[in-house]
């Protein structure tokens, strides 16, 4: 969410973010602005999703490389009996 208001106090501006704005814009605002804040929250929402993803992988190839790890561990074990 982005906060647009004709308020421009440091008060106001904290508000807006603590009750879950992203950005604040200041009235009267110029519409290239709010293109340019729109537009960077969104690919920053993108980065973010991105990167949620590579984390499931990542955590999925972890899980596969200490499952390999058990096993190897078990045929060591077995191995030395």
């Keep these: ?8 106090d440091t008060d106001s501006k904290v508000k807006g973010l603590e009750v879950g704005a992203v950005d604040f814009i200041s009235k009267p605002f ?10 960077t ?3 920053m929402q993108q980065m973010a999703s991105s990167l ?5 992988a990542l955590r999925r190839e972890l ?3 200490r499952e390999h790890q058990r ?3 078990k045929r060591l ?4 009996l």
């Design 77 to 80: 074990e077995w191995a030395l």
């Design 1 to 8: 969410m982005i906060f647009c208001s004709g308020l421009d």
């Design 63 to 65: 899980e596969v490389a």
């Design 52 to 56: 949620r993803a590579q984390n499931r």
């Design 30 to 39: 110029a519409r290239a602005e709010v293109i340019a804040r729109v537009c």
């Design 71 to 73: 096993e190897a561990m």
């Design 41 to 43: 929250h969104l690919a």
